[in-house]
């Protein structure tokens, strides 16, 4: 029994394979177009891994399917030969399945290091391709009308195919690079922005014509027009400001993970013109050819895959010349008859809208300029509060099979998306003040203040509030410097009566604000610490953090016999306990584990001894060393780290620079430090986008 189940098992594949290979190629291929954008805005584990598992489902079927058709033999009737070329007609269309949708390039980062792997790869198939069009279409299709349209699609489909092979090749970071030896045309860019379509024509302006130098390489020309332009975005409100920063990092996203570097070219508009016409012209051919003996679930696949191809050559000419890309290539051209046409004449602005309106966020209430955006998360991890939290059964079950299963990563990013939260607006805009007023005006840092300190600076230039008590300090590393002023801020912030003194009723509007940001900085430095290590500058000190969180627990354990369950009150009695012993020196010990804690309470209680009218001042005080962590830890991150961060859609995850050039020059005449703004910003905005300050 078990041997005519199997007998028939393989029968059924034997008759089907290659009609589901084809099928789920198709389906593939329009669940990854529309799920491409979601890792944009959303680190939702689920979407991740449907992401992926649809990618690889893509090319497995699309390989299995070509690799089936070219080794199948000749059929024994002619029947059978006319079944088997329409069949091979699908060829054609495996391999466009194959070229992948004009928004999605690489999956990750080390598809580029792959890429001369993958270009052989992709080599093959297209030459299968072609030799099933030939031995199985044009050599035995008497008819010659779905020889004429197998011709016409393959020269479709191996386009595409090498497509996207070459915006895999190409690498950003070299033409980056080689774009700061060539000779660049003058930007002009439309002030102010005023909404994210502007912000996104003048960062794809600020792109067209710069070639994101000022991100890889921040020599500039002192007298060129770009610097002007670069000035005056700089000195744009930081709201507008933002949406040009967001829009750049978008556009760093479209060159490192979509196919944009050769879709918006002139050889990526006349493929997407012609597509739809030849698609077009191949369904009209086949509608003629004779189908006497073709099988019904063949003709129902082919009809399918056709219509497919069609819409989908429809939709991705929509999108290419809706695009704003489209509008910098245009706007690049001026003086042509094309931009006075299209621009001018204001064609190009009505499509459009035109294009929105059709936009699938429609359907969800969204605004279609709005997706490409930041959706205002952060990642927040705070250790004290998580020293004092319960695990449930389900959670340490996870954890568990995590382990043992080699699933750390996978249950890593479950607890990434967990620890997302929304950035209060006032927040968001005091800190982009805060940075714009770091890198301008009388209280400009140089470059040496940025790369080498992480907050002593900040404390230099604030130092007569001590009065001769004992000044702040700092770790010896930085990511245990981070830990140690966590825990210290968080000490702060909780204990005593800190909490009515600085942000209670009588306190100003201001200092609430300014106690809120150093919150959401100082739990978003520790949430990269402990769940993105690879975007903090120096060793990961996973073993120091692991043994502070212990003797967090112990610590919490030992006094704390009640069960609250409020966190927020579990966080402020853990504080209070660390308090209360380093008061009595009970916290002092010789065991290292404890050092850092007994450490950390001690800044605090030193922070908490200023006398009170200077409060407001050691708020401030905190408030700029965190903004100055923010700072080193964005401009020591790696390129690399921040493009790997871009695919992972943490926060503004949707947003990638390329080239927002503004106004500070520092001590070194030819240097800016607005790159370091671009990169704060993304950093701060959880983008950790490619941007690098040599």
Known sequence: MVETWLTRAVDFWNEWAIRIAASVSLAALVLLMLLAETRRRSVRPGLTFSLWLVYQILHFAGSYALGHLSLDTTGE??????EQVLIAFWAPFLLLHLGGPDNVGAYSLDDDKLSWRNFVGAVTKALGAVYIVYTKIYLADSSGLLSLASIIMIIIGLYRFIEMAIALLRSLRKKAWDSSN??????????????????????????????????????VEMNSTDLETSKKIFNLAWKE???????????????????????????GYILRLIAPLATSTAIVLFCLYPKDTVELPDLV????????????DVVWLVMALSSTWTYAFLAARSGTWL??????????CGFRRFAMCLHPCRLLGEDPTRYKMWSDTIGRFNMLQECTRTPGLT???CRWLATNLGLEDASNEYRIWKCLSQLPQDVKGLVFERIKERLSGSKTYFMKDIRAFWGQEAVKRRNNIFDGLMLPYFGHEFQEDILLWHIATTIYLCSGNQPQLISGANAAETQR????????LSEYLMFLVMLRPHMVPDPSLRRLCDVTIQALKEEYVKKDKENNP??????????????SREKSKSLMNSDANRRLVSDAARLAIALQEVKAKKVKDVVELIFDVWVDKLLYASVRCTRESHARQLARGVGLSSNRPPLLRPSMVLQEPTVLLTPVLVVVVLHVLAVQSVVFLP
């Open 182 to 219: 060539k000779k660049q045309a003058p930007s002009t860019v439309d002030l102010p922005c005023r909404g994210n379509e502007d912000a996104r024509k003048i960062a794809q302006g600020q792109w067209q014509h710069c070639g994101c130098r000022a991100i890889f390489d921040s020599s």
């Open 395 to 397: 959670e340490r079950l």
């Open 339 to 348: 931009h006075h046409k299209v621009l001018c004449g204001g064609w190009w």
């Open 513 to 520: 604000n300014h106690v809120k940001a150093i919150e959401v």
């Open 77 to 82: 009737t002619e029947a059978a030969n006319h």
């Open 241 to 267: 400001m933002c949406k040009v920063v967001e829009a750049e990092a978008s556009l760093m996203y479209d060159m490192l993970y979509t196919k944009a570097s050769v879709v918006y070219t002139t050889g």
């Open 301 to 312: 696949v082919t009809y399918i895959v056709l219509g497919a191809s069609l819409v989908l």
């Open 566 to 579: 409020c966190c927020a009150a579990r966080k402020q009695k853990l504080a209070e306990i660390l308090h």
